[in-house]
């Protein structure tokens, strides 16, 4: 006899609209009469193999739509990465509670987890559907328009740079920020949505699609310095040089680096503060000044795009309706149709497990400093909807009487 149970977790980064997919899950599997417990995992996978499930199915309605328009992962996340004796035991814990359905919100790590523990379910001949529901906010997943969560940071980023060259224009200088992202810059490349007038920042853009040269950086920085007597610059955490040894690391002495090795970039602000070190010696600029975004971005609560909140749950109700009517396990695609709407697809897990997408080419400007109005195009109807604006005095000038 079918068991009727779910589980679903969620991995990874937080963002502002990962509990919308969480809700939908909810929410839609009550639709299906045979379904009978829907459990939350608390802290992703590793909550599964300490078998520490909530369940779900004792929510009310009202509380789980407050719960979804909240920010972070309301199920706890892990940044664990399982190896193929993790996803067995996450396997046997599974089978261990009959669980017949799983669903994983996360982004291309979680992908991979949901692709093992399918592949060990079937080597077993359990009957347990996989579904993977996509989310992050570097929009590094292969096979999708973009990810959910990846258009509220973006929203963020652009209403923050907008921010910041109100700030510079006001007092002149130099401002750097620096935003997420390792190997994907499309959350940097979002800076430049809050440009509105011609000579407003971000003026320079770094992402790590390009290779990031200092001496080329510096003579950009030069450039625009002299040409709007002050220079903003959005910076991808992970820029790198030609050898593909991230910036961060070699103009840094000490470098921390995180349990998987890789050189820690988020929640430092080290790199910032290294370039504006570079611009004040190299240049002799004295005013310099710079932030890291770090995990402000995101689940920044009151900065959420409508359009964002709208496709998570969405992905997350698909996720039920593929699992539910499918017969097959896969990884949930946003794509796009038309100007602006979207259409949802099923894709093999194998086509996203551990894959990851970097920005286009015709996304990038020929100098690399500056996005095409392509990627313009493609981002903004996913900021969703009233985003606010900036304005200018006309400045009428008075005519000077004792220094014509």
């Given amino acids: 006899m079918p068991s009727g149970k779910i589980l679903v977790a969620q991995g990874g980064g937080p963002t502002a609209v990962i509990n919308q997919s969480l809700v939908g899950v909810v929410l839609e599997s009550r639709r299906f009469q045979h379904v009978t417990r829907v459990y939350g995992a608390l802290h992703g996978v590793r909550g599964i193999l300490n078998e520490d499930f909530i369940d779900l199915t004792q929510e009310t309605s009202h509380n789980l739509e407050l719960v979804a328009a909240t920010p972070s ?21 599974l089978r261990a509670h009959e669980i017949e359905h799983f669903f994983y919100i996360g982004g291309n790590d979680s992908s991979d987890t949901v692709r093992i523990v399918s592949e060990e379910a079937h080597k077993a001949g359990y009957p347990l559907r996989c579904i993977h529901i996509p989310k992050t906010i570097d929009n590094d997943l292969v096979g999708s328009d973009h990810t959910p969560g990846f258009p509220s940071a973006a929203r963020f980023v652009a209403q923050a740079f907008a921010g910041a060259n109100l700030d510079n224009a006001a007092l002149p200088g130099v401002y750097v920020g620096v935003v997420m992202g390792r190997h994907a810059g499309f959350l940097t490349a979002a800076s430049a949505l809050g440009k509105k007038f011609p000579d407003d920042g971000p003026h320079l853009i770094y992402v790590p699609e390009r290779t990031f040269v200092l001496e080329q950086f ?5 450039a625009m310095y002299e040409k709007h007597g002050r220079c903003v610059i959005a910076v991808s955490e992970g820029i790198h040089d030609a050898s593909g040894e991230a910036i961060a690391s070699l103009l840094s002495k000490e470098v921390e680096r995180d349990a998987h090795g890789n050189v820690q970039l988020s929640g430092t602000g080290a790199l910032a503060d290294l370039l504006c070190d570079e611009i004040k010696e190299k240049l002799g600029i004295k005013r310099v000044r710079g932030d890291t975004f770090g995990y402000l971005q995101r689940s920044f609560i009151g900065c959420v795009s409508d359009v964002d909140q709208r496709e998570a749950r969405e992905v ?3 996720a039920v309706q593929y699992a539910m009517w499918g017969d097959r396990d896969g990884s949930v695609a946003i794509k796009r149709t038309g100007y602006y709407s979207v259409d949802y697809e099923l894709l093999p897990l194998t086509d996203v497990a551990g894959k990851t997408r970097t920005m286009e080419d015709a996304f990038i400007s020929e100098s690399g400093t500056d996005v095409t109005d392509a990627f313009r195009l493609y981002l903004r109807p996913l900021l969703g909807s009233k985003m606010p604006d900036a304005f200018r005095l006309r400045c009428a000038k008075v005519e000077k009487i004792l220094k014509p």
């Fill in 73 to 93: 992962s309301a199920l706890g996340s892990t940044r664990d990465k399982p190896d193929i004796a993790y996803c067995q035991q996450i396997f046997e814990v």
């Fill in 218 to 222: 510096l003579a950009d920085v030069k």
């Fill in 316 to 318: 997350g109700e698909k």
